[in-house]
């Protein structure tokens, strides 16, 4: 069946699409000191939000470093887990496919209650048809809380190329920055935007009017799940619906008699918001660009005040203390974040070397690590350390909080190698 171009308009734009700020965020990292916005993402699931793979590509094996921040109230979270897809790869023609990432984080309030963007699979747009894109856009300076996301229409192109069903062009103005944003139909996001075209020589577009996208059904390789409800299944839904509302009424009726039964047994198990947020450690460099030798410089900054305990762990288990250095046991605030080159105790700088190793980082509401007397008898180590916070989160969520990372490592170049190099050249 054909459709007008007129029609399309009604179809290019969401009703309402301010509702979707709620669920919109920027991928943020930290760079001498000054945020640094590095793309798009947006809510796609409990916890989970979908970015292009490119934009996290530099910090895959370091995502503590990345900052999901929600322009519409201003908070931020640090990012606990990256995926990028399967398929995601860079082609001799430069051209960057499949450019899509999950990153997870742990939400809160108001963003925890914030509805993720409709996605539904196997739907059918035409060339032409027109596309909305939904987002807070870095260049215009909307980098603060701001209550509404911006729209803006464009046209679907087509397919990159033939038999190319997930890659498609399209003519929506976005700018650097943009990378990851939610591209609409109308009713679902179809498309994540990857980029403009000018800037891929294996391409030679010669305008910057056109630019990629990669189609929504490439998400189901990420276990993207679709949430939207259609026609199709709407007469299976309303037969499940009336057993769902059967049963319901028959589950209520008999829980409402155990509850005036055991009333006095009855434990209250809503689980409150935990005050105590995460910490987020940023390198000097991208993880990768680190050579045997360099200094490790590590910022550390928190959400909310705490108290911030750093070990660095290798293959024995055994945990070398960086924070609190020389002792001292100062609370961190959001304000205040801190910077360490050194292990507790020491001036010497930590250096890179072949070793690999990790970073524990536990925040506590109290100034007391729970190391116990007896510990001066035996050898304490990580994973010891390690279950003891958990214990005190499982009891108290509020209490304590825990985070592993890798740390950079790089193993030494010989000299005689060094000298070959420096003579060819």
Known sequence: MSTSLSQYKQHGLPDNPERFGASLAHVITVENGQDVVLGQAWLAGPDTLVTCAHVIERYASTPGSLIAKFPASGNGYTVREVRIHPK???ASDQLVRYDAAVLTVELRYPEREANPLPI????????HQELSAVRYPVHLG?????PNPLAQIGRMLGPLRKNDSFHILHDLALAPGDSGSPIFDGNTVVALH??????????????????????????????????????KHSQLWNVARALIGFFGAFFLVFACVAYFTLNKQVTDWEIKDPTLMPVQVVLEKPFQNYRFGDTLTMTFRVEQPC?????????????????????EKEQFTPATPRTV?????????IKVGPAQQKLHIFALKS???PLYSSDKETKVTATMLARRIMKLAKDDPTTAWHLVMDVPSAEEIPAFVLNSTNKSK
């Open 88 to 90: 995601f790869a860079r």
């Open 367 to 369: 100034s007391e690590f």
């Open 307 to 327: 108290f911030v305990y750093a070990f660095l762990v290798g293959a024995d288990d055994m945990p070398i203390l960086v924070l609190p250095s020389f002792g």
């Open 120 to 127: 539904q699979y196997d739907k059918h747009i035409s060339v």
């Open 142 to 146: 909307q980098f603060t809380s701001s």
């Open 194 to 231: 990857c980029g403009d075209t000018a800037t891929l020589p294996g391409l030679n577009l010669p305008t910057t009017s056109i630019r990629l996208a990669l189609w929504i059904d490439a998400l189901k390789e990420l276990n993207i799940e679709e949430n939207l409800v259609t026609r």
């Open 341 to 349: 080159s050194t292990v507790a105790g020491s001036r010497d700088p």
